[in-house]
């Protein structure tokens, strides 16, 4: 159960009792804020009766509430926008998030491919170093082959140019046997 409490005010002179269930402190500035706005009325303008001049303070006052509520509404109405756009920009978010981490595995994917070819490329070297060694040691061996050719044909001719002596010999020999 709520429990009601008893404050006594003074507003314009006059004694008010107050009940509630608001904190005394906080009835006490709400009855001096009353006060104060009926005073600077009746300062104003002496011809104002009490009655009225409460009033013009409850006008005052009921106008000061009215444009506060306004400005909370417009306030409120402002706030809105930044989280009714929040929940927009939270998924647009998410699918950056998504998309980043699509590029990173394609990255990571595209990394994978690049070591792999470079290990290609390396194995492809190598397979070529060994081709260019094999391909020294087959040129020198056939440059070895072109000089003992060259050194056959000489001796083939050298063997030749001797027969065709001895024939020539051979048939000297034979034509002086016959005219003896």
Do not use: C, W
Request: cysteine-free; hydrophobic content about 30%.
């Amino acid at each position: 159960m709520t429990d009601y409490k008893k404050i006594n005010v003074l507003i314009d002179g006059r004694n008010f009792t107050i009940i509630g269930t608001e904190d005394e402190r906080y009835v006490r500035e709400l009855a001096e804020y009353v006060d104060v706005n009926i005073k600077k009325l009746s300062n104003r303008n002496e011809k104002l009766s009490p009655a009225m001049a409460a009033t013009l303070a409850a006008l005052n006052i009921s106008d000061e509430l009215f444009k506060a509520k306004n400005e909370l509404k417009d306030l409120q109405k402002k706030s809105k926008e930044p989280l009714e756009k929040y929940e927009g920009l939270k998924k647009e978010i998410e699918e950056y998030k998504k998309t980043i981490d699509e590029l990173e595995k394609k990255n990571i994917e595209h990394k994978d491919e690049v070591i792999k070819t470079k290990m290609n490329l390396e194995e492809l070297y190598k397979s070529v170093n060994l081709l260019k060694e094999e391909l020294e040691e087959k040129n020198n061996k056939i440059k070895d082959l072109q000089k003992e050719v060259e050194e056959y044909k000489e001796k083939n001719f050298k063997a030749q140019v001797e027969l065709v002596e001895l024939k020539k010999q051979l048939t000297e020999l034979q034509s002086l046997s016959k005219k003896k």
